[in-house]
């Protein structure tokens, strides 16, 4: 395919309108829900509810190949985004632990469905030449829901279920988009293999590597930010702030990344991502020494940088896999995602009352220096010279 048709250009447009909602969602009740918590429970407790997302997340990846098959690709993303609406209407009344878990695994796995689906598809729409730039306004339109969500619990924390019942009447909303898309994804998304979902995985370990890293740690600051800056003295107003400017930052990043990742070749853009991420969170250990501002400048870049590292990863995934392969892998990174993202608040709100936010800082810059000097010694995809990427004259 040489270039987008009008076809493609709806199915894609889509997509990226589906995924605004999986944002938005994600966004409101990571913050939301952890705020909501804290005087309630201890950090190891908030962070295992946080953790139902992800295990939610998990589940969808294994309902996704099933569904498919029975409903087709582009039915099983509108059940993805009932399942979420759902979810997010129950949210806004429950107030129990438990029940807020039940839910929060819900909208996770209503996410998965229709994450898997559009990923895949955005992969089979798009060429290698452009594929980067495609995925750099996907990944920055999830990001629009990040920022939002963040910034209106930032000046309503005590309205949750207001909030949280906005979300899933928008939530419905998504559904016209994506039934326009839903022929098209069911004519060139195949189901996935549940068998070759762990083998992709085995097959091209450094692109899941990447993401491991980036939605680790983007699930720990969305959702225990404001509880980590209480540690530096910082106010919860101020840790949902710098959740909303790290988020501003993923927005902007992601359409610069991806046209560097087009331009410059894949593996030069990831570990520029690394080492940039690298030096904020190393300067942020020492944050208490220094104003908001500054702080909130560090996140910015190092938001950006970070899910640089997802936005790569699927490009990568892109790349590599056809067809029915494609579809399992990009399950695959789904799952690994979900894996990362249900593991990281569960180990980091169990050791925040300990290390505190320096030591969280500390073990994030350790994690970017392992990815970065790994990923310079061994990771080498056929990507342009250096000297004929400075001569495109293009983005």
């Not at 995924?19 to 829900?33: K, N």
């Not at 798009?126 to 990944?139: C, H, K, N, S």
């Not at 050791?351 to 970017?368: K, Q, S």
Request: net charge positive; with cysteine.
């Amino acid at each position: 395919m040489a270039g987008p048709t009008h076809s493609t250009t709806g199915v894609l447009a889509a997509l990226i309108a589906g995924v605004l909602i999986y944002g938005l969602a994600m966004g409101t009740t990571y913050p939301l829900l952890g705020i909501v918590l804290a005087d309630r429970v201890t950090g190891a407790w908030n962070g295992l509810n946080a953790a139902a997302t992800g295990l939610g997340l998990l589940a969808g990846v294994a309902v996704v190949p099933i569904v498919s098959r029975w409903f087709g690709a582009g039915r099983t993303a509108l059940i993805g985004i009932v399942t979420m609406a759902l979810a997010l209407a129950a949210l806004a009344i429950a107030r129990d632990f438990w029940l807020l878990f039940a839910m929060r695994f819900l909208l996770g796995c209503g996410a998965n469905m229709l994450f898997v689906i559009a990923e895949t598809a955005l992969n089979v729409f798009t060429t290698p030449e452009r594929r980067g730039r495609v995925i750099g306004v996907y990944t920055a339109a999830v990001a629009v829901g990040f920022v939002t969500g963040p910034a209106v619990v930032a000046l309503v924390p005590d309205q949750p279920a207001l909030l949280l019942s906005v979300c899933a009447g928008i939530t419905v909303m998504a559904l016209l988009p994506l039934r326009v898309a839903k022929a098209p994804l069911n004519r060139s998304v195949r189901p996935p293999s549940a068998l070759r979902i762990l083998p992709a995985v085995a097959a091209f370990p450094f692109a899941f590597g990447f993401l491991t890293v980036a939605s680790a740690i983007d699930a720990v600051v969305i959702s225990l930010l404001p509880v980590i800056a209480l540690t530096q003295s910082h106010p919860v107003e101020t840790g949902a702030l710098f959740v909303t400017i790290f988020h501003v930052g993923l927005l902007i990043g992601q359409p610069v990344i991806g046209m560097a990742l087009d331009r410059f070749g894949r593996r030069r853009t990831i570990l520029s991502c690394c080492l940039l991420s690298l030096g904020c969170s190393a300067v942020l250990v020492f944050g208490d020494r220094f104003g908001v501002w500054p702080a909130a400048c560090l996140m910015l870049i190092w938001g950006g940088a970070n899910y640089g590292l997802y936005t790569g990863g699927l490009a990568l995934v892109g790349d590599r896999f056809k067809g029915e392969a494609l579809t399992s892998a990009t399950a695959a990174f789904a799952g690994v995602y979900a894996a990362a993202a249900a593991a990281s608040p569960i180990l980091v709100g169990s050791v925040i009352d300990t290390l505190g936010a320096a030591g969280f800082y500390g073990a994030t810059a350790v994690i970017y220096l392992i990815a970065t000097l790994s990923g310079a010694a061994f990771f080498r995809p056929s990507e342009p010279t250096l000297q004929t990427a400075l001569q495109r004259r293009t983005w």
